[in-house]
């Protein structure tokens, strides 16, 4: 009899295991349905609070960049297009001249609506799906209001400071380089000619949260200043910019930047014993 109830209690056991199994995949089936619906272009905001009660933050987050990928806003209830998505990763501010991830923040339209996504991600609960049935009627959202003038602005992720210093020699090639795309071609370069010596010249640099960020006409300024520099070890740069034709080139670009011979020269000087 004792071995009767065993076998007995062990079926109960399976079944129930069963049971749960088939009850946790009805519930991400379900969680899979609701992300669909928030990818629709408007959804409304009684829709939004009472998803929170059948998905989880990860559900969430692939909503909305699932929605990104649509060119819609993130928010769900925001029904605007976002416009040109920016390419990068990164961003250096220039007011606190650090770096910080954007990656997230690229997928709103808006500060609002970043920071209201992140307001109401914060508040799905963490608990597993099938954990939640005593707590579904305990669930309360709050959405962000657009009325609330005292909303503060969206905390983007700072990159550490480490990080950070890589980051920023990556930019400082980054901007060199577009900037170098439109020079080399009238000094008879290409950009390979210079990239080695230049990803090796930018290693040397040392950034401070002052000298990292540039307008478009110093980042020019910079590049022709570099490549001066960078004549002094590559005999193919100092052959181009000897040629007549360059240093006429030169000598206009710096009439457009506003500035004379002697001030590309003093520049030059200053950098070339750090060089050497």
């Known amino acids: 009899r004792s071995k009767t109830l065993t076998a007995e209690e062990e079926a109960r056991r399976r079944f129930g295991r069963k049971d749960a199994l088939r009850e946790q995949l009805e519930l ?3 969680a899979l349905e609701v992300v669909e619906q928030l990818l ?6 009684d829709f939004l609070l009472e998803s929170a009660k059948f998905i989880t933050p990860a559900n969430y987050r692939d909503a909305v960049e699932e929605r990104s990928i649509l060119k819609l806003c993130g928010y769900p209830t925001c029904p605007k297009q976002l416009g040109k998505i920016p390419s990068q990763q990164f961003k250096i501010s220039t007011k606190t001249n650090r770096v910080y991830d954007i990656t997230e923040r ?3 339209c808006s500060n ?7 307001e109401f991600e ?4 963490k608990t597993p799906l099938w954990l939640r049935k005593l707590e579904r009627s305990q669930v309360e959202i709050v959405l962000v209001c657009s009325s609330q003038q005292n909303l503060k602005e969206p905390v983007l992720p700072l990159v550490d400071s480490q990080a950070q210093h890589l980051i920023q020699k990556r930019i400082t090639v980054e901007k060199l380089s577009s900037c170098l795309r439109t020079i ?3 000094l008879h370069l290409t950009l390979s000619d210079v990239s080695t010596d230049l990803n090796d010249l930018v290693k040397t640099f040392r950034f401070t949260n002052t000298n990292i960020v540039h307008k478009s006409p110093e980042w020019t300024l910079i590049a022709v200043v570099l490549l001066h520099v960078l004549s002094t070890v590559s005999p193919v740069v100092r052959g181009a910019l000897e040629a007549d034709s360059s240093v006429d080139y030169v000598k206009t670009l710096l009439k457009e930047l506003g500035l004379e011979e002697q001030h590309l020269l003093s520049l030059v000087e200053l950098n070339v014993p750090a060089q050497t």
């Open 28 to 30: 991400e089936r379900r």
């Open 40 to 45: 629709e272009s408007s959804v409304a905001e």
């Open 106 to 108: 690229k997928r709103f």
């Open 122 to 125: 914060l508040q799905i609960p």
């Open 112 to 118: 609002f609506c970043y920071k209201a996504s992140k």
């Open 184 to 186: 080399v071609g009238p």
